[in-house]
């Protein structure tokens, strides 16, 4: 099997290699407290159910999960690098203004984990997620193997560059 996830050769440093990402995330942004209660949003997806998952695994007793069914400021989203990208894309295409990037609106733990990984972290886990159209990304990435991560980067920059001024 060909994992997406560069220098992984087995489902078990696949599984390590995902959390390790969702836990740097919260980490560095300083997502999550001891006894925090964290309001997470429902979309029905399995982008949620998997956001539920790490955080149950990783968390367990410590915080307290709330689910929601309308996005609030401060909540987390089952949103990862592909949405993000969409998103900033969507914008720049239609030549809106760049103000739902980054971090500074919704907590986002999924931010650096793409689609083709999160479906197969889901499958793992025993998860059903539905197959994503292929889109003009993906046909990119054929040919430029990271370049969804290297997107991801310049969009938080951009993002930085926005909130500075």
Known sequence: MKFPTPNVHNKKQFLVSIEKRFRKEIRVNNLVKARDIIKVYNDGSY?????RLLLNKIFGDLITIRVINKKHKGCFLPWNADDEIELFLEQLYNNKKLEKIGHSYYKKPLLHIIDEELELYAKFNG???????ICDLDMIKKSIPNVKFSLLNSIEEISRLNRSK
């Open 47 to 51: 982008k949620y159910k998997v956001l």
């Open 127 to 133: 998860i059903k997620a539905r197959k994503r159209k």
